[in-house]
């Protein structure tokens, strides 16, 4: 994939040390998806580029190369940085490392960044963090084409009910608890339907809903744990 040196609307996902003097960085951009570019001399005491490949910074990039590692031309900031603190910031490196992890390299996915821009902001809010983070989860499975049918029992296609227990079959979906045998996870009717309806405040609401979407999203990251997860506290 070539890229020509139009302006590309981009986020910095993740930086790492690069030859003497620069850094190797991936962006998230709204054109191209997720890519990879080298920005030459970035870590020099007087570069421009410098303050600006800081993460949660919304930018304008210009990169060039025909290769699958592209060299960063030219970047300035397209508005304020993005201020994430305490459990926010943890949250917003989670994100991050679930882009990095799902995404493949050069797929354009201008939903997911139309949502990764939306959650980043509200986090900078600092409020329903839990919830906040709960939906983008949802939605990025939906956006990713993997999108979780609550609503509806798998098999008999009846309408989830608040007062049952469903348990999860990847591929198929929810299936109704008919048995006292809860060796399976379980989930409430009333958390997917709070899911779905994306009014996540009751607290076991919260807590089913966060052992789901762990469940869901461990079989499209495989083994290898999250790096951002160890920051947690739970």
Known sequence: MSINNDSHTAFVLHTRLYRETSLLVDFFTAEHGRMSAVARGARRPKSMQKGLLQSFQ??????AGKNELKTVCNVEAQSMAIRLTGQALFCGMYINELIMRLLHSGEPLPGV???????IKALSCNQNIESTLRLFERDLLELLGYGLPLLHEAYSGDTIKADNFYYYEVEKGFVLQLTTDWQRQVYRGKSLIALAQGELQNKECL????????YVLSGFLGNKPLKSRELFLS
Not at 207 to 214: A, I, Q, V
């Open 113 to 119: 960044f139309k949502r990764y821009s939306e959650v």
């Open 58 to 63: 919304p930018l304008l990039l210009q990169v």
């Open 207 to 214: 807590l089913d809903c966060k052992r789901l979407l762990r």
